[in-house]
């Protein structure tokens, strides 16, 4: 049966962290995909600014052309000074864009992103936009995508949670547009 690769990275021979990726590719199910996890840190280094940095992104490209390719990022940066933002990213990416399966399942993607993250998804998107967009074709890859870079409020328990709405509104909308 296919199965997940795993690789291992190291940053600075393990010195400074590492990370692991779960791929596999050219199945039934997936043209490609891969789960990353990684964690760097840089304790002997008081004079690097960035103390740490902690990741879970997954890319899932599906075999069948009209299901949706995603792309799904996590992290927490900490400073040295202990000061700290997320990064949160949810992107969607039919193959085949303007069909109305590639609009009900942006549609689908979009609601659930807007429900896990209401008070941010305007600002969220509209980052998203500027960074997904692709100067070359003119316009940007995919068709739905939320953004947040050095997110962080004064509630870091709240922030933390809504990370983690995101994501798992990403991954199980995805799962159940592709499913």
Not at 118 to 141: L, M, N
Not at 147 to 154: K, S
């Amino acid at each position: 049966p296919d199965q997940f690769r795993e690789l291992h990275w190291l940053r600075d021979d393990g010195r400074h962290g590492g990370g692991s990726r779960w791929s596999i590719g050219d199945t039934n199910v997936f043209d490609r995909a891969s789960v990353n996890v990684s964690q760097v840190h840089y304790d002997d280094e008081p004079t690097k600014r960035l103390s740490s940095a902690t990741a879970l992104s997954t890319i899932i490209h599906p075999r069948h052309p009209h299901a949706p390719s995603v792309h799904i990022h996590v992290s927490w940066t900490e400073m040295r000074d202990g000061s700290g933002y997320w990064r949160i990213m949810a992107d969607l990416n039919p193959s085949i864009r303007d069909t109305e399966l590639a609009k009900a399942a942006a549609a689908r993607f979009i609601s659930a992103l807007c429900t896990a993250a209401p008070t941010v998804f305007d600002a969220a998107s509209r980052q998203g936009d500027t960074y997904f967009f692709i100067p070359a074709v003119d316009r940007t890859r995919g068709v739905a995508h939320f953004y947040l870079e050095q997110y962080a409020t004064t509630d870091p328990i709240a922030d933390a949670a809504l990370a983690r709405a995101v994501a798992e509104a990403a991954i199980d909308t995805h799962a159940a547009i592709v499913g």
